[in-house]
């Protein structure tokens, strides 16, 4: 059974730091790329960071931009998030998500193409 399993969430004062795993079960993450998603309360859901198979191209939303660090260990088969410097605007429910590419080409966060999806994590930046 092919799973993603998201752990590392929780309550954190503003400016804190939280860091997300996602555990692969079921497949090897070793080809896919990888992405991390989330939804607030009464929005959309959206990319945040994902990242390609050899772990050399990422893509951070503007948000996010040198403050969360998405990265990856194929050995493990774990991808993280570090995310520094929380704002309240952080808080939301975080997805890890997964696809095989069949084309090469920068890597994108479009939430279309991912095809396995975890739980979900909750995150809240709350002082």
């Known amino acids: 059974q092919v799973q993603l399993v998201e752990s590392g969430g929780g309550l954190v004062q503003p400016g804190g730091s939280l860091r997300l795993s996602c555990a692969a079960s079921?497949?090897?993450?070793?080809?896919?790329?990888i992405g991390w998603f989330r939804q607030a309360p009464g929005k959309g859901r959206e990319g945040v960071s994902c990242i390609n198979s050899r772990g050399d191209s990422t893509y951070n939303t503007d948000s996010v931009k040198g403050r969360f660090t998405i990265s990856r260990d194929n050995a493990k088969n774990l991808v993280y998030l570090q995310m520094n410097s929380l704002k309240p605007e952080d808080t939301a429910v975080y997805y890890c998500?997964?696809?095989?590419?069949?084309?090469?080409?920068?890597?994108?966060?479009?939430?279309?193409?991912?095809?396995?999806w975890g739980q979900g994590t909750q995150v809240t930046v709350s002082s």
């Open positions: 998500a997964a696809f095989f590419p069949t084309v090469r080409g920068p890597v994108r966060c479009l939430t279309q193409e991912y095809d396995n």
């Open positions: 079921g497949f090897t993450l070793d080809g896919y790329t």
